[in-house]
């Protein structure tokens, strides 16, 4: 199960490429992200183009802003298959996914950080994916599969989710892209 709520861009305001204020289950810490939908065309990714094969009608766009940050912190679950005291005897493990990419040949991009925490709210174990380059996309306009997957540190109790768009270039449009973001949580061997 995706501990990421609308880790797609489905839920919400958006559709255009037209920044929004809000975003569903994330928290806006800077700039003003877009939910661009994957029909708006003007050079934006299409079904057409590379990115998630199962993806939904939109994906994160950094809009207008040099720079756009979305913030989301989640709680681990305290019980279960991937609860705590599973956690706590190095039985968990996680795996953090990403569609990221760009515009083209210019290298405004996407970065993922998951950082994990404690119950005190120190950190204990960091991933982060991307940003793809223009290379990276063969200088096409679109997404390309990220991800990372390591053993849950014990003591981790909540992640926080960052999700950084940065526009390198000149122009108006932040063109990082961000579809199908995901955190998943796997039990390993031992007894529940």
């Not at 877009?34 to 994906?59: C, E, I, K, N, W």
């Not at 997957?149 to 768009?165: K, Y």
């Amino acid at each position: 199960m995706n501990l990421i709520v609308n880790g797609d861009a489905e839920a919400g305001p958006g559709g255009t490429a037209d920044p929004v204020a809000r975003v569903t289950g994330w928290r806006v810490v800077e700039g003003a992200p877009a939910l661009v939908g994957y029909d708006v065309g003007q050079g934006y990714p299409t079904a057409a183009d590379p990115g998630p094969p199962r993806r939904g009608s939109r994906f994160f766009s950094g809009g207008e802003s040099p720079r756009t940050v979305l913030v989301q912190d989640v709680e681990l679950p305290a019980a279960g298959r991937t609860g705590r005291g599973r956690v706590d005897a190095g039985h968990v493990r996680f795996t953090v996914s990403a569609w990221l990419g760009g515009y083209a040949a210019q290298e405004d991009g996407a970065r993922l950080s998951v950082e994990f925490r404690d119950a005190a709210g120190t950190p204990v174990a960091l991933a982060v994916l991307g940003p793809v380059t223009s290379g990276e996309r063969q200088g096409r306009t679109g997404l390309v599969e990220r991800s990372a997957t390591a053993a849950l540190p014990p003591g981790a109790r909540t992640a926080r989710v960052l999700l950084v768009l940065t526009r390198t270039g000149t122009g108006t449009s932040n063109d990082g892209y961000a579809d199908a973001i995901s955190l998943t949580l796997n039990a390993t061997g031992g007894k529940p």
